[in-house]
């Protein structure tokens, strides 16, 4: 079974442009989170989407944004590119609702913004 | 903040000793999990404890629980150099919602 794959690995940006990174969930896995890693702040939620829907929101401002297809693959968008948005981004998928177990991650997409 | 704290922030030891990482929590959990990250790649799950469990096992890892104290600590029983890597807790809230504590960087020198 393949894992959790996330595109692009890696990817500089300049202030002001907008990203959009892509995952791919495990095969019958439902449920998509996203996570932003930075040295300075640690591994922070940003939201979670299952069915299509956002369930769970981080506390991140409004340039970021994702969603998710009905083939429950996500993406996630950053709008107007800061600095302080250089991090590692990661995927994490899980079978859905009702699930209380392990969350599978990506290996993550590393975000320079320069 | 909502993340829980782990210590100590980085732990040095020789291969064959134990290394032991702590993780403290503020609120009510579901379940605790460890994670490991090798050099900023993915994580990678070890282990997960309901807060209805006080001990698990697996292979050189124990993880414990005490929720009277809102702490868990993991132990990496006869270290291994390729267990060099950052350990973090987390916290199961709502479910596919993990809340990170900010990690142990653990080196293990051969």
């Known amino acids: 079974k393949a894992g959790v794959t996330q595109t692009p690995r890696y990817l500089i940006k300049t202030r002001g442009q907008q990203v959009t990174l892509s995952c791919s969930p495990i095969?019958?896995?439902?449920?998509v989170s996203w996570y932003q890693q930075t040295p300075g702040q640690g591994l922070q939620f940003l939201f979670e989407?299952?069915?299509?829907?956002?369930?769970n929101k981080g506390n991140f401002p409004g340039r970021f944004s994702g969603r998710q297809f009905s083939n429950s693959r996500s993406e996630m968008n950053v709008s107007t590119l800061e600095l302080g948005d250089s991090a590692l981004y990661l995927c994490a998928s899980s079978p859905g609702q009702g699930y209380t177990g392990e969350l599978f991650f990506g290996e993550g997409s590393r975000l320079t913004v320069l | 903040s909502q993340q829980g704290e782990e210590d100590p922030q980085a732990l040095s030891i020789q291969e064959g000793e134990n290394a032991t990482m702590n993780c403290s929590y503020k609120?009510?959990?579901?379940?605790l999990q460890w994670y490991r990250q090798n050099s900023g790649r993915g994580l990678v799950h070890l282990i997960l404890i309901r807060s209805n469990e006080r001990e698990k096992h697996s292979g050189r890892l124990r993880v414990t629980l005490d929720t009277s104290k809102k702490s868990s600590s993991l132990l990496i029983t006869a270290s291994r150099a390729a267990d060099t890597a950052s350990y973090f807790c987390?916290?199961?809230?709502?479910?596919?919602?993990?809340?990170f504590g900010q990690g142990t960087e653990l080196s293990v020198k051969p």
């Open positions: 989407y299952f069915s299509e829907t956002q369930r």
């Open positions: 095969s019958g896995h439902r449920s």
């Open positions: 609120t009510s959990i579901n379940n």
């Open positions: 987390a916290r199961d809230n709502q479910g596919g919602k993990l809340i």
